[in-house]
């Protein structure tokens, strides 16, 4: 199992910064990315940016350029710095973890999710 806590969330101005945090704990071998996604009211979640173990990055179109994610393998922990923040960047923002696990039988993808962190940026 692994738990997965974020911290950092709030109210903030439209234009202004913010930066998440998202600390994993438990049984974190074969982490393959870790990364952070939304969920705005009446939406689905859906992606904001992911960082795999190797270092590479992915990004939804609407943050590329504003939102930046990083690792700290040493941590055990991810960010999500979060800069000219818009009204519409609103929501709930959960942190994931994904694991791959390979045994005799087969590999198994587990995913898993922090409780969620409420970001509301106001105009």
């Known amino acids: 199992q692994v738990q997965l806590v974020e911290s950092g969330g709030g109210l903030v101005q439209a234009g202004e910064s913010r930066r998440l945090s998202c600390a994993a704990s438990?049984?974190?071998?074969?982490?393959?990315?870790m990364g952070w996604y939304r969920q705005a009211p009446g939406k689905q979640r859906e992606l904001v940016a992911a960082?795999?173990?190797?270092?590479?990055?992915n990004y939804a179109d609407s943050v590329k350029g504003r939102f930046t994610v990083s690792r700290d393998n040493a941590k055990n922990t991810v960010y999500l710095q979060m800069n000219s923040l818009k009204p519409e960047d609103t929501a709930v923002y959960y942190c994931?973890?994904?694991?791959?696990?390979?045994?005799?039988?087969?590999?198994?993808?587990?995913?898993?999710w922090g409780q969620g962190t409420q970001v509301t940026v106001s105009s």
């Open positions: 994931n973890a994904r694991q791959v696990v390979s045994d005799p039988r087969g590999q198994y993808e587990y995913d898993y």
């Open positions: 438990g049984r974190l071998f074969s982490i393959v990315a």
């Open positions: 960082v795999t173990s190797g270092g590479s990055t």
